[in-house]
C-alpha cells in the first residue's frame, strides 16, 4: 500500500503539479477507490480537482464517486470550465463519429460562439489510452461512454453552480448552457440525455417538483450527493446583483426552449404519424366515429408502449419545467407568431427558440384537448393568430419547399390550426385568406406522410367552408383548378367544390338564398378547367398518368351532377352537357387517352419492363374506364328526363 504512487508522491511530497503528472500516468480503476479517500482532503481537491475531470471521465461509472467529490469539494469556477470544456469535446467528437455513420447535420446556427479546445480533447484521448490490463485487472471494466459522461458531468453542474458566489452568476451559467445545448442535440436520441437536462435545470432552476421516473439501466447515475459541499474559496463579499437572478431565469427559459426543439425534432416516427402525433391522436378523440375497428389508435399506442409512453412524459416534464420557470403562454404565442423573439413581447439578445417555444405551447394544448389536465391554455383563432403561424413556419417560399419541414413541426402546426377551428376570427383581406388557405392546401400535396397530408386536407376544407363569402370560396376553389401544378390538388379542389354545392342545393340546414353554388353560375366558372375538350392540346402519355386521380375527381362529381335531381334542376346540368359537349367531346377525349395508356402500359409489360408501374396503371386505368361509362350513362339518363 505505501508503494502505491498516489500515496507516496502525495503533496508535500511533490508539488501539485507533479503529482497531477504522476496521477495522469498511474490512475487506473483498481486505484481509484483510494483517490477517492485522498479527494476528501479539501485543500488538494481545490488544487487539483479541475484537472483530474477529464482523466477520470474515461473510466466511468468507476470513477462517479471521485467526480462527485470534484464537484463538492474541488474550487467550483475552475472546475465548471473544466465540466464546460468536456461537453462541447463529447458535442464535437459525437458529430464526427455521425457525420461518418450519417450526412452531416448542421447545427453551427444552435451553437454559436462555443471555442474549440483542442488540448481537452488530447487529454481525453491520452487517458483513453490506459493499460487495458491494468483495468481489467480490478475485475470491472469500464463501459463510459458519451451518454453517461453527459450525464454525469451535467449532474456534477447541477452541484458547482449552486456553489459559485459571485456578483454575477449568470456568466457560469450562461456558458454551461452554450456548452449543453450542443452536446445535448447530436446525444438526444437517447432519450436519458433529455432527462438528465430536464433534472439539471430543475436542480438550477430551484423547482420542487419530482423527478422523472427511474429509467431501467444497467449503469445508476448518482441524484443526490451524501455530503455537504464546501464554500466557494473565491467566494465574493458581496451578494449576486439584483438584476441577474432575472437574468439566470432568462437564459434558463431560453435554454429550455432549444431543449424542447432538439428533442422533438428527433422523434422518429411511428407507423405513418410523426414524433407525437398530436394531430392523429387528436382526430381519434374528435372523430371515434371515423376509428377503423380492431385497428390500434395512435392513443393506445402510446399508452401501450413504453417507448412512446415515455415520449410523452418527457414533453410533459418540459411543459411543466416551463411553467415553474414562469414562460408564460402569451409569450410562447407572442413568439410562434412573430411578434417577439423573447420574452414579455419585446425581443431580446436571449431569445427563444421559435421551434421550442411552437412545441411548449402545443404540449400545454394537448394536455388539456388530449388528457384533459387541469390546464388552462391560452386559446387562439385561425385569423390572426393560426394564419401568423403558419407564416411563420410553413413560409412563404416556392410551392416546392412547402411541406419539406420537418414532420413533427407540421404535425404542432395542424394541431393548433385543428384546436384554433372554435374561433375562426377575420382575414384582414381576402388576399391573406387566399395565401393562408394556399399554404395550408400545399401542405397537403406536398407533405410525405399520407396521415399529414390527410390532417392538412381536412383542414384546409374545414376553414374554406367557413368562410362567409360564397363569392371568396367560389374564387379560391376556381384558382386551384385553373393554376394548382398538383393534380392531386386539384382533385381536392374538386371535392370541395361537390361539398359546396351540395351544401347549397341538397343540405337543407345550411341552404342560403342566392348562394353562388346553388346556381349555374359556380359550375360555368369553373367549367373551363374541369372538362378538356377535343380542340385542346392533349397532355402526353406520362402526363396523362399523373393526371389521372385528377380526372377521376371530375368523372365522378359529374355523375353526380346528372343523377341528382335537385342538383341538376338548380345548376341546370342539362345545358352544361350541351355547352362543353361533355359527353362526346370530354367522355371521347379522356376514353381516347385511357385507352392510349392502356396500350402503353400493356407493350410494357410485353417487353417485361416496369411491371409493377404497369399493372397499377392498368388498375387505374379501368377505374376510370369504369367512370367514363357511369358518367355516360347518367347523361343519357338525365338527356331522357
Not at 458529430?95 to 488530447?122: A, C, F, M, P
Not at 458547482?160 to 457560469?172: D, M, N, Q
Not at 404565442?333 to 423573439?341: K, P, R, Y
Not at 355523375?559 to 334542376?569: D, F, G, T
Amino acid at each position: 500500500m505505501l508503494d502505491d504512487p498516489l500515496l507516496k508522491a502525495l503533496p508535500p511530497a511533490t508539488d501539485y503539479l507533479t503529482y497531477l503528472t504522476i496521477l495522469e500516468y498511474n490512475l487506473t480503476v483498481d486505484r481509484l477507490p483510494t483517490l477517492h479517500h485522498l479527494l476528501q482532503d479539501t485543500t488538494l481537491t481545490t488544487n487539483i480537482g479541475w484537472d483530474l475531470v477529464h482523466l477520470l471521465l474515461p473510466l466511468l461509472p468507476a470513477s462517479e464517486p471521485c467526480l462527485q467529490d470534484i464537484s463538492r469539494v474541488g474550487n467550483p469556477r475552475e472546475v465548471i470550465l473544466k465540466v464546460t470544456e468536456l461537453l462541447e469535446t463529447i458535442s464535437r467528437e459525437t458529430e464526427g463519429n455521425n457525420n461518418e455513420e450519417t450526412e452531416e447535420e448542421d447545427l453551427e446556427e444552435r451553437v454559436q460562439g462555443i471555442e474549440q479546445k483542442n488540448n481537452i480533447s488530447d487529454s481525453l484521448a491520452k487517458a483513453t489510452n490506459l493499460d487495458a490490463d491494468s483495468r481489467a485487472s480490478a475485475g470491472n471494466p469500464t463501459s463510459s461512454t458519451p451518454v453517461l459522461q453527459f450525464q454525469i458531468l451535467l449532474h456534477m453542474l447541477s452541484v458547482l453552480h449552486p456553489r459559485i458566489k459571485t456578483r454575477y452568476p449568470s456568466r457560469f451559467l450562461s456558458t454551461s448552457l452554450q456548452a449543453i445545448i450542443p452536446a445535448h442535440a447530436q446525444l438526444v436520441s437517447d432519450s436519458a440525455v433529455t432527462e438528465a437536462v430536464v433534472s439539471f435545470a430543475k436542480t438550477i432552476s430551484g423547482t420542487k417538483r419530482p423527478r422523472l421516473p427511474p429509467r431501467l439501466s444497467s449503469t445508476a447515475v448518482t441524484q443526490a450527493v451524501s455530503h455537504h459541499s464546501a464554500p466557494d474559496p473565491e467566494a465574493e463579499n458581496e451578494s449576486s446583483a439584483p438584476e441577474d437572478a432575472t437574468i439566470r431565469q432568462h437564459l434558463l427559459q431560453s435554454f429550455l426552449t432549444q431543449v424542447a426543439e432538439d428533442y422533438i425534432n428527433s422523434l422518429p416516427s411511428v407507423p405513418d404519424a410523426p414524433g407525437l402525433a398530436w394531430t392523429a391522436r387528436w382526430h381519434e378523440k374528435k372523430y371515434s366515429e371515423m376509428v377503423i375497428p380492431e385497428r390500434q389508435t395512435y392513443s393506445s399506442m402510446f399508452a401501450e408502449d413504453s417507448k412512446l409512453h415515455e415520449r410523452d412524459t418527457i414533453i410533459g416534464q418540459l411543459a411543466a419545467l416551463a411553467q415553474d420557470l414562469q414562460i408564460r403562454p402569451t409569450a410562447l404565442l407572442s413568439v410562434i407568431t412573430g411578434a417577439s423573439t423573447g420574452l414579455d413581447g419585446k425581443d431580446s439578445d436571449i431569445s427563444l427558440s421559435a421551434a421550442g417555444a411552437l412545441y411548449l405551447f402545443v404540449a400545454v394544448h394537448a394536455s388539456s384537448e388530449l388528457f384533459q389536465k387541469s390546464t388552462t391554455p391560452t386559446r387562439i383563432s385561425i385569423f390572426p393568430d393560426h394564419a401568423e403561424i403558419v407564416k411563420m413556419f410553413i413560409g412563404d417560399d416556392a410551392t416546392g419547399a412547402i411541406g419539406m419541414q420537418r414532420d413533427t413541426l407540421i404535425d404542432a402546426v395542424l394541431f393548433l390550426g385543428f384546436s384554433a377551428l372554435g374561433v375562426i376570427g377575420l382575414p384582414e383581406n381576402d388576399e391573406q385568406f387566399y395565401s393562408y388557405l394556399q399554404k395550408l392546401s400545399l401542405l397537403s400535396a406536398n407533405t410525405p406522410s399520407p396521415t399529414l397530408r390527410y390532417q392538412a386536407h381536412m383542414l384546409t376544407s374545414a376553414i374554406l367552408h367557413a368562410h362567409s363569402s360564397d363569392h371568396v370560396r367560389l374564387c379560391f376553389i376556381r384558382d386551384t383548378l385553373e393554376h394548382c401544378p398538383y393534380e392531386s390538388l386539384k382533385a381536392s379542389a374538386v371535392g370541395w367544390l361537390k361539398d359546396e354545392i351540395l351544401a347549397a342545393t341538397v343540405d337543407w340546414h345550411v341552404k342560403e338564398e342566392h348562394n353562388l353554388f346553388a346556381s349555374s353560375a359556380a359550375i360555368e366558372s369553373v367549367a373551363p378547367f374541369l372538362y378538356l375538350g377535343s380542340t385542346e392540346d392533349k397532355p402526353s402519355i406520362e402526363d396523362f398518368y399523373a393526371q389521372v386521380p385528377f380526372y377521376l375527381a371530375v368523372l365522378n362529381f359529374h355523375w353526380l351532377l346528372c343523377s341528382s335531381q335537385i342538383i341538376s334542376q338548380a345548376l341546370d346540368v342539362k345545358n352544361l352537357n350541351r355547352t362543353y359537349e361533355i359527353k362526346d367531346s370530354f367522355l371521347g377525349t379522356i376514353q381516347g387517352l385511357a385507352n392510349e395508356a392502356k396500350n402503353a402500359s400493356q407493350r410494357e409489360q410485353n417487353s417485361e419492363e416496369l411491371q409493377e408501374g404497369s399493372y397499377l396503371v392498368i388498375s387505374e386505368i379501368q377505374l376510370l374506364e369504369h367512370a367514363i361509362g357511369r358518367s355516360r350513362s347518367a347523361i343519357d339518363a338525365l338527356n331522357a328526363t
